[in-house]
């Protein structure tokens, strides 16, 4: 099992960025696929981007391509997510989560952490 801890969360002003950590622990977090989603208030939860356990794939949802980046380290257990020209409709509750499948495949990933709140103004 893995436990993740997310953090980078914040208010930032619409055209601003953040940048979001997942910390893990655990000896297999490098052979683990994984994403970070997003839950806004009254809607389900989105896969926005995931990452292969080696780096050399990724996968964005559309509403987020060429604005966010993932990124991970794994001599530091640790998987970020660079995002960039937010906009308000990228408020949401941000959390990281693993997978041993398909990195895109968003019902494959548990051991989700407690999220981090992102709230973007206009």
């Known amino acids: 099992q893995v436990q993740l801890v997310e953090s980078g969360g914040g208010l930032v002003q619409a055209g601003g960025f953040l940048r979001l950590s997942c910390a893990a622990s655990?000896?297999?977090?490098?052979?683990?696929?994984m994403g970070w989603f997003r839950q806004a208030p009254g809607k389900d939860s989105t896969l926005v981007a995931s990452i292969t356990w080696s780096g050399s794939s990724t996968y964005y949802a559309d509403f987020v391509k060429v604005r966010f980046t993932i990124s991970r380290d794994n001599a530091k257990n640790t998987v970020f997510l660079r995002m960039d020209s937010l906009k308000p409709e990228d408020t949401a509750v941000y959390y990281c989560?693993?997978?041993?499948?398909?990195?895109?495949?968003?019902?494959?990933?548990?051991?989700w952490g407690q999220g981090t709140q992102v709230s973007v103004s206009s």
């Open positions: 655990g000896r297999r977090f490098s052979t683990y696929s």
């Open positions: 989560a693993a997978s041993e499948g398909h990195y895109s495949d968003y019902t494959t990933y548990h051991n």
